[in-house]
């Protein structure tokens, strides 16, 4: 459904400015006229959804509020009237207003949030529609949230682990533009108007230093270039799929991310199997949620095998899945319990994760510093070793 920027009068005669979902500007006169608001002037907004405006922590936010209204009684469209209207923001706001709309208009619940496919992923609208048919909405709406929430401070770890690296790295490269660009040009033109022998290695850095201020276009064009690459990435599978081949396999990282993308894999499994999907619609679901194109490789191939009659564990043991899951899921097929087996490994992993990233910055700090210190202080050697072959030149 297409977006609108409005411009409408209260009936007070105020102006009201916002966005608002319609087929047409007829039907957003309509909507508008049903809350006694007079249209004005509406346009198609550039955007076909808020989905940039939407974080994450709305998504939770809403997951987690709904389900206590609805586990305390409360009709669906009547709850989601209560958090349109105790909402602050606005665009989520009028992401609430086009589902009450649409679930007054006799829609299911699923099929309103399949309407902005952007903000509401497939897992989502597959464990809701779930939940719908088996009455068990609240729970399914709660273990959303949890699920969603317990990814996102993972993330959040992930982040807060780069930022430090990142800032070093960053320093780095400042201190690499001083020496070339400022130090090194000054103290050699010093060298030879005094006219004394210039040492190899300061000449060295001296013709690069040059060099690099002679083609200082080669910067922006790379940062314009490595743009252009994400982008290309993010387009095309073939590529996509080569960048999560090589992220899965980065030295040191290589666990992290591994067990990183299992545990979003565990996590969802047992949230679709948990709001009552089944085994085949659940593996279809996570091949699109699980963020990596060749896990969602390994993925497909367990859905065909499971398809042609194998049982998960086998299916997955044929696929190449790390052995302590499929000791865990062999236990949920035995036991009959294996939404809950998948959370065990989820939370396993989301654990484990946790602790590699702590060692790993453990080691990387100290060994940043070392690096920097040596970088530096050979920096700071060169220029002296000049100086002191200066003053014994002119003894």
Same mark, same amino acid.
């Given at each position: 459904?297409?977006?609108?920027?409005?411009?409408?009068?209260?009936?007070?005669?105020?102006?009201?400015?916002?966005?608002?979902?319609?087929?047409?500007?007829?039907?957003?006169?309509?909507?508008?006229?049903?809350?006694?608001?007079?249209?004005?002037?509406?346009?198609?907004?550039?955007?076909?959804?808020?989905?940039?405006?939407?974080?994450?922590?709305?998504?939770?936010?809403?997951?987690?509020?709904?389900?206590?209204?609805?586990?305390?009684?409360?009709?669906?469209?009547?709850?989601?009237?209560?958090?349109?209207?105790?909402?602050?923001?606005?665009?989520?706001?009028?992401?609430?207003?086009?589902?009450?709309?649409?679930?007054?208009?006799?829609?299911?619940?699923?099929?309103?949030?399949?309407?902005?496919?952007?903000?509401?992923?497939?897992?989502?609208?597959?464990?809701?529609?779930?939940?719908?048919?088996?009455?068990?909405?609240?729970?399914?709406?709660?273990?959303?949230?949890?699920?969603?929430?317990?990814?996102?401070?993972?993330?959040?770890?992930?982040?807060?682990?780069?930022?430090?690296?990142?800032?070093? #790295?960053?320093? +780095?490269?400042? &201190?690499?533009?001083? *020496?070339? !660009?400022?130090?090194?040009?000054? @103290?050699?033109?010093? %060298?030879?108007?005094?006219?004394?022998?210039?040492?190899?290695?300061?000449?060295?850095?001296?013709?690069?230093?040059?060099?690099?201020?002679?083609?200082?276009?080669?910067?922006?064009?790379?940062?314009?270039?490595?743009?252009?690459?994400?982008?290309?990435?993010?387009?095309?599978?073939?590529?996509?799929?080569?960048?999560?081949?090589?992220?899965?396999? #980065?030295?040191? +990282?290589?666990? &992290?991310?591994?067990? *990183?993308? !299992?545990?979003?894999?565990?996590? @969802?499994?047992?949230? %679709?199997?948990?709001?009552?999907?089944?085994?085949?619609?659940?593996?279809?679901?996570?091949?699109?949620?699980?963020?990596?194109?060749?896990?969602?490789?390994?993925?497909?191939?367990?859905?065909?095998?499971?398809?042609?009659?194998?049982?998960?564990?086998?299916?997955?043991?044929?696929?190449?899945?790390?052995?302590?899951?499929?000791?865990?899921?062999?236990?949920?097929?035995?036991?009959?319990?294996?939404?809950?087996?998948?959370?065990?490994?989820?939370?396993? @992993?989301?654990?484990?994760?946790?602790?590699?990233?702590?060692?790993?910055?453990?080691?990387?700090?100290?060994?940043?510093?070392?690096?920097?210190?040596?970088?530096?202080?050979?920096?700071?050697?060169?220029?002296?070793?000049?100086?002191?072959?200066?003053?014994?030149?002119?003894?």
């Amino acid at each position: 459904m297409p977006l609108y920027n409005y411009v409408a009068i209260t009936p007070e005669g105020q102006k009201r400015k916002g966005w608002d979902y319609a087929v047409d500007v007829a039907d957003l006169e309509a909507r508008l006229s049903r809350e006694g608001l007079l249209l004005l002037r509406a346009s198609r907004s550039r955007f076909k959804e808020l989905s940039a405006r939407i974080k994450r922590r709305d998504i939770i936010t809403f997951a987690h509020d709904l389900s206590r209204a609805l586990d305390a009684g409360v009709p669906l469209a009547t709850a989601l009237e209560t958090l349109e209207e105790g909402w602050g923001g606005k665009q989520f706001t009028m992401v609430l207003r086009d589902l009450r709309r649409r679930i007054e208009a006799g829609d299911s619940f699923a099929k309103a949030l399949s309407a902005h496919p952007k903000i509401f992923s497939n897992y989502m609208v597959g464990a809701v529609k779930a939940g719908e048919t088996s009455g068990n909405l609240p729970y399914v709406l709660m273990n959303i949230a949890q699920t969603l929430e317990r990814i996102e401070e993972l993330e959040s770890t992930v982040k807060h682990a780069l930022i430090y690296p990142s800032f070093v #790295l960053a320093a +780095l490269f400042v &201190v690499i533009g001083i *020496y070339l !660009f400022f130090v090194v040009p000054r @103290f050699v033109e010093a %060298l030879k108007s005094a006219e004394f022998p210039i040492p190899s290695y300061m000449q060295f850095a001296y013709d690069l230093s040059i060099a690099l201020r002679a083609r200082w276009y080669i910067f922006p064009a790379g940062i314009l270039l490595l743009f252009v690459l994400v982008i290309l990435v993010k387009k095309n599978p073939k590529a996509k799929l080569l960048k999560d081949k090589i992220v899965l396999r #980065l030295p040191l +990282l290589k666990r &992290v991310t591994v067990k *990183y993308y !299992f545990a979003r894999f565990a996590s @969802f499994m047992g949230l %679709l199997l948990n709001a009552g999907l089944d085994m085949i619609r659940s593996l279809s679901v996570m091949q699109e949620v699980v963020g990596n194109s060749e896990i969602a490789q390994r993925i497909s191939k367990v859905q065909y095998y499971v398809e042609s009659g194998e049982t998960l564990s086998d299916a997955m043991t044929e696929v190449g899945f790390d052995p302590l899951t499929l000791r865990m899921i062999k236990t949920g097929e035995m036991t009959g319990n294996l939404a809950e087996e998948f959370q065990k490994v989820a939370e396993f @992993f989301y654990n484990d994760v946790d602790r590699l990233l702590k060692k790993l910055l453990a080691i990387f700090e100290p060994l940043v510093i070392i690096f920097i210190g040596i970088f530096v202080g050979g920096i700071v050697a060169s220029l002296f070793s000049s100086l002191y072959n200066v003053l014994g030149k002119i003894h």
